[in-house]
């Protein structure tokens, strides 16, 4: 895992772990709630330390086996709120954390969007938010 991290260089982690064609199968939803898990900025370099990307590994297989575990059974009706009645930061912007209780916040890139605590992933610092930014100017 950290070699196929260490490739990445400088690119963000929340992009990393979002292209397919490095990891499949995690989409937005998941890469927020994994780096929340991993308590790691989005825009953290993949290039990371070893202890660092053993965090990330072991949070993204926590996220995703109990992901898995919830789902087994419900039927595909029921399968989206399932999913998003577990989540602790993705789609939940302005909400509390279920962890410290920070208000959990919202990037807007060009063509996404993601939520983080600011708490627990970047040691108190909001992050810089697009549209938010182009209104200040």
Known sequence: FRGILSRQGRAQIKGVLRNQ?????????YSDEILHAAKMSPFKAADMSPDDAARLYTALQSTLRAAVERADGVSASELKGEKKSNL???GRTG???P????TVRQVIYSDSTFQYCPTCQTGGKPLADRVLSRLLK
């Open 21 to 29: 064609s490095i990891i499949a199968g995690i989409g937005n939803a």
């Open 88 to 90: 602790q930061v993705h």
């Open 95 to 97: 909400l509390p954390c």
């Open 99 to 102: 962890v410290c209780g920070d």
